[in-house]
C-alpha cells in the first residue's frame, strides 16, 4: 500500500515534535519550579503522542508500524483527565494526592476489554489494519473488544471527555468568583483555560454531532485539526506568556516597572536611609515582640502612640522598605502568624471564624481576602493541604 504524505500529513509530524519538545519543558520547570503545571506537561505529551498515531493512520504508515494500532486511545484516555487536574492544582495549589490515580480507572477498563488485541503479533495486526484503514466507521467502532461490544469505547470516551470538560468550567467559574481581584498572573491563567476549553471542547463535541447530521470523515477531520491547532496553540503561549510555564512572572517583564519603581523612588542621602533602616527594625520589634497585631482593629495611631512615633513617619517607613500600608503591613504579620500555627498542627479544630478572630481580623471575610491575597490559597484549602 502507497504511503501518503502530504501538507496534512506534515503538519500533523510538526505537530508532535512540537508537542513533544514542549511538555518535555513543561515537565522540567514542572518538577523544578512549578509542580502544578505537571498535569499539564503529561497531557501535551500523551495527547501529542495521540497526534502520532493519527498522523501514521493518515499517511497510512501505521502498516509499517503495526505496535501502533489502537494505542491511540490509550493516549487519549489518558490525556482526558489530565486538563481538569491542571485546573484543580492550580486553583487549589496543590499537587498529587492517591486517589488522583482513580481518573486511570477507564484506562484500565480499556486496557482489560483490548489486552488480547494489543498483544497480538505485528502480523495480526497488520492483517486488522488493513481492514479497517479505509473504513473509519469501521475504526471507530472498535470491534475486538474481549468483554465489551462494538461501539462503546468511542461513545464512553466521548460522553467522559465531556463530562470532565464541564468539570473544569465549574473550577474555573467558581476559582474566579472566589477572587476578590486577580493578579496579572491569575489574568493571564483565567484567559488560557477559556482558550484551553475552547480547543478541547471540539475535541469531543463533533462525536456528539454525528449522532444527526455530520459524518464520520468530517468529524476525524475536525478532531484532528483541534488536536494539531491546540499543540501549536499552547506551546506558542508558553513562548508569549513565561508565567504560565515557570509559575511567576518573567523577571525580564518586570524590569520596566522595576526601572520606573526606581525612577519615582523619593531621592534621600545615606543617612536618612540608615536612620530609616533602623525605625524600620524598631517598628519590626515592637510589633512581633508585642504581638500588637494580634489586637483587632488594631490601627496607626494606635502604634503611633505605642512606639512614640508619627503616623506619617511610621507610613513613610512603610512605604520606602515594604512597599505597603500600615493595613498592608499589619494583615501580613497576621497571615504569616497564622501559617506558623497551622504549620505547628495548632488549630485544627477550629472554624474559620475562630482563626480569624485568634489572628487580629474582624471578621472571616477579611481575613480569608487577606489569606488568599498573600498565601495564594484559602485558610481551609491551607490547612486541608497540611493534613494530606
Sequence with gaps: MEINFDFITFVHLAAVVVGIVSSAVILYYGFRTNPVNQPLGIGQLSISLGIFVSFSLVSQLIIQWPFL?????????????????????????????????????????????????????????????????????????????????PGFHQEFRTVLFSGYWVAQVIVLVRWVKSQTSLTPENRVWKNWMILFLGCQFFLWSPFYLTLFWLDKLTTYHIVNSFSVGWVMLSSLSLFFFPSLLYGKPFEGGNRISKFTKTLTKPQISELDEKKLADIMQEMESKMEEEKLFLNAKYSIHDFSKDINLPAYQISKVLNAFKGLSFIGFINQKRILFCVKEFNEGKWSNYTVEAIASECGFSNRNSFTNAFKKIIGSSPSEYRENLKN
Excluded: C, M
Excluded at 104 to 127: E, F, G, N, R
Design 69 to 149: 494500532y489502537r494505542l491511540g486511545n490509550v493516549f487519549v484516555l489518558i490525556f482526558i483527565p489530565l486538563p481538569y487536574l491542571y485546573a484543580v492544582f492550580y486553583t487549589q495549589k496543590r499537587q498529587w494526592r492517591w486517589y488522583d490515580l482513580l481518573h486511570l480507572i477507564p484506562l484500565l477498563i480499556y486496557l482489560v476489554d483490548y489486552w488480547d488485541t494489543l498483544s497480538l503479533s505485528s502480523a495480526q495486526k497488520t492483517a486488522l489494519i488493513l481492514q479497517e484503514i479505509n473504513d473509519l466507521d469501521l475504526l471507530g467502532k472498535f470491534s475486538q473488544g474481549k468483554f465489551i461490544g
